[in-house]
T-cell receptor
Framework: EVQVVQSGAEVKRPGSTVKMSCNVS????????LHWVRQAPAKGLEWLGL????????LYAEKFKGRVTIRADTSTDRTFMEMISLRLEDTAVYFC??????????WGPGALLTVIS | QSALTQPASVSGSPGQSITISCTGT?????????VSWYQQHPGKVPKLIIY???KRPSGVSHRFSGSQSGRTASLTISGLQAEDEADYFC???????????FGDGTSVTVL
């Protein structure tokens, strides 16, 4: 059974940095991309980026280039997402997701990031 | 506002069929058969129901089907049931920016 376990909720100040992690078990970690997606309260899904764990190649949404860094650690089957210069509007639930098909079909439970002044 | 356009809401009666559209451009939806669809119930994690425009993951009901014509992808729900009431998001690769994007989402109401 594939399991995606995320790190816990975070509370941060504007201008600070958050780092979230996600552990995947039950499948070959490097077989498929690892995506990061967020969802602000009562809003839709927003794609942040992905990492290919085979070679570390990353893709980012234009909006997050320069502010988000995603990487994968194949020695621990974990992916990390770091976001700098946090703003109030970054308050959201952050999901990591992977799959056994070309797009994510195994999602973590989400981790709430609250940015509060 | 997303680069992928979805209707804000669609409704239907139990047993009916409804279709949700997702319109992009020739550089994303129109160039790749890579549109996926996710169902999300309130407070729940998104669930993949269609990928690569027409494929259903294992375990997904046959009442869900996908199609694509040009720059518009569509999700059809047949035999609408109360449990289908949820938000539905399309998701596509964008060749122009080498990235992925979600549509703004469609709220489905079962009357």
């Amino acid at each position: 059974e594939v399991q995606v376990v995320q790190s816990g909720a975070e509370v941060k100040r504007p201008g600070s940095t958050v780092k979230m992690s996600c552990n995947v078990s039950g499948k070959t970690f490097s077989d498929h991309y690892l995506h990061w997606v967020r969802q602000a309260p009562a809003k839709g899904l927003e794609w942040l980026g992905l990492v290919d764990p085979k070679d570390g190649e990353v893709l980012y949404a234009e909006k997050f280039k320069g502010r988000v860094t995603i990487r994968a650690d194949t020695s621990t089957d974990r992916t990390f997402m770091e976001m700098i210069s946090l703003r109030l509007e970054d308050t959201a639930v952050y999901f990591c997701a992977t799959g056994d098909v070309p797009v994510p079909n195994f999602w973590g439970p989400g981790a709430l990031l609250t940015v509060i002044s | 506002q997303s680069a992928l356009t979805q209707p804000a809401s669609v409704s239907g009666s139990p047993g009916q069929s409804i279709t949700i559209s997702c319109t992009g451009t020739n550089s994303d939806v129109g160039s790749y058969n890579l549109v996926s669809w996710y169902q999300q119930h309130p407070g729940k994690v998104p669930k993949l129901i269609i990928y690569e425009a027409t494929k259903r993951p294992s375990g997904v009901s046959h009442r869900f089907s996908g199609s694509q014509s040009g720059r518009t992808a569509s999700l059809t729900i047949s035999g609408l049931q109360a449990e289908d009431e949820a938000d539905y998001f399309c998701f596509s690769y964008m060749g122009s920016t080498s990235s992925f994007v979600f549509g703004d989402g469609t709220s489905v109401t079962v009357l």
